[in-house]
């Protein structure tokens, strides 16, 4: 999968979760939530009134060449997918405060 915010990856895992730990890397999401090829992505960034998260879907495929790219196109039967994962990545949004890593 080829995106903007890193190198390419291999193909995605279901349920992927990762939070960095104080050492953040500002080019990688603070937590994924992968179901299938659907992936939301919460990175944390730093505003005026302070810390907040905001989300970023996606869906995965293959292009001709055999490489991982995503698009924030969806079509009818991904529909579900994109509002569980968005779904899932509020639940974490609330359970982990902007501001609280540590």
Do not use: C
């Not at 895992?13 to 992936?39: M, Q, S, T, Y």
């Not at 992505?41 to 989300?55: I, K, M």
């Not at 990545?89 to 982990?96: C, I, L, Q, R, S």
């Amino acid at each position: 999968m080829s995106t903007k915010n890193g190198p390419p990856k291999a193909a995605p895992a279901r349920g992927d979760d990762r939070r960095d730990g104080p050492a953040r890397d500002p080019k990688k999401p603070v937590h994924e939530v992968r179901l299938g090829r659907i992936r939301a992505a919460v990175w944390l960034n730093d505003t005026d009134t302070g810390p907040r998260y905001n989300v970023q879907i996606s869906r995965l495929y293959k292009d001709k060449a055999d490489k991982w790219k995503d698009s924030t196109s969806f079509g009818r039967d991904d529909l579900p997918l994109v509002a569980k994962v968005a779904d899932l990545a509020m639940v974490w949004m609330y359970e982990h405060p902007a501001g609280s890593e540590k």
